[in-house]
Structures are given as structure tokens and as C-alpha cells.
């Protein structure tokens, strides 16, 4: 799956060479519009985290009324959620989030953090639960919350049970860079 993974992202990078390196990630646009991908990398210089310690490139699909979701290599954005601005950053970071998982941990560490997040599976290998129940969840808007704590973040927790709030942003952050450090020898801290 990997090589494919590879030969199929290299392809959208050529294909679709508007691409990007830095603080804010590695990863490649498909389709969008100059605005809906300004919105994208915005919402990445937003957040504290560096998110060029995920292994890229990642394909960053901006589509008509698809969901957004994420698989490893891979973001779908919707445009018209992206064309609410400064809202979508949330999301967009959650999304990004998910990379890091993919990505950099592996079971111990997801095991970690299901237990310092709460939820009941990690990842959906248990069908049918509310999304707020999956630790893979639960860490992607507790990131996208602690990495960019403003009352604009769609992420921000109103209450003491929602996703993003099972742990206070400093404890998170901590607990993150040590995690990713230890896979990366880096830190995760924008400087």
C-alpha cells in the first residue's frame, strides 16, 4: 500500500505542483481555489503546531460537498466549509491532526492516549459509535484546540465532556511534543 500511496502522491504533485514546505507542513493542493487554499494554509500558520514534523507530502484534496475526512497521505476539505474563513481553521487543523497520528504513533502510543483522552476505541475499529467516543477524534480536536487556543476555533470546548477538552492545553502540548519527539527527535513547538 505504501509504495502506491508514494507513486500516487507523486503524481498529484505533479500534476498539481501548488505545493508547500515549512513550519506549516509539506504537503501538495488538488483542485480549490486560490482563496480556498489561502484559507488552508492560514489555518496552519494559525496553530503553534510545527506541522513539519509529519512526513510529507500530503495530498490535500479541496472538494464540492464531500466531508472532510483524512487517510494516511490524505486530506478531503470541503470548499464550502472552507469558504467560512476563519472558522474552517478548526477543522482544518483536526484534520492535519490526524497525519500525526497516522503517521508518528504507533499502538503504545495511541494506546496513551486513549487512556489520557478517554473514549472507548481508538480509531474505528469498533463500528458505530459517536464520534466523540473515538480516541483518534478526541486527540485531532484536542490538538487543533491546544495548538491554537483562540475563541475563533471551531474546536474550542464549551463544555467539560465535549472532544477537544479532555485534557488542559499545556498538560496536551506537553504530552504531545514528548510523544512526537520521541518518534521524531523534534520538537512540535513552532519557534
Known amino acids: 500500500m505504501l509504495p502506491r500511496l508514494a507513486v500516487l502522491t507523486a503524481a498529484v504533485c505533479l500534476a498539481f505542483p501548488a505545493a508547500t514546505a515549512g513550519a506549516d507542513g509539506s504537503y501538495a493542493f488538488d483542485g480549490g481555489t486560490k ?36 487517510i494516511p497521505g490524505e ?49 474505528y475499529s469498533q463500528p458505530g459509535l459517536a464520534h466523540d ?21 471551531s474546536m474550542r470546548p464549551t463544555g467539560r465532556r465535549d472532544e477537544s477538552a479532555a485534557m488542559a492545553p499545556a498538560k496536551f502540548r506537553a504530552l504531545v511534543s514528548r510523544l512526537t519527539r520521541q518518534t521524531t527527535g523534534r520538537s512540535v513547538r513552532k519557534h
Open 133 to 153: 467516543l473515538y480516541g483518534c477524534e478526541r486527540f485531532a480536536s484536542t490538538l487543533a484546540w491546544s495548538f491554537w487556543p483562540s475563541p475563533e476555533n
Open 35 to 70: 482563496k480556498e487554499r489561502e484559507t488552508v494554509v492560514a489555518a496552519l500558520r494559525a496553530s503553534s503546531f510545527d506541522w513539519s514534523v509529519v512526513p510529507g507530502p500530503i495530498v490535500i484534496h479541496i472538494v464540492d460537498g464531500e466531508p472532510s475526512r483524512s
Open 75 to 123: 486530506i478531503w476539505l470541503d470548499a464550502d466549509l472552507l469558504a467560512a474563513g476563519e472558522f474552517a481553521w478548526g477543522v482544518v487543523q483536526h484534520e492535519y491532526a490526524h497525519q500525526v497520528d497516522y503517521l508518528l504513533f504507533d499502538e503504545a502510543k495511541r494506546a496513551l492516549l486513549l487512556k489520557r483522552l478517554g473514549g472507548r476505541d481508538w480509531c
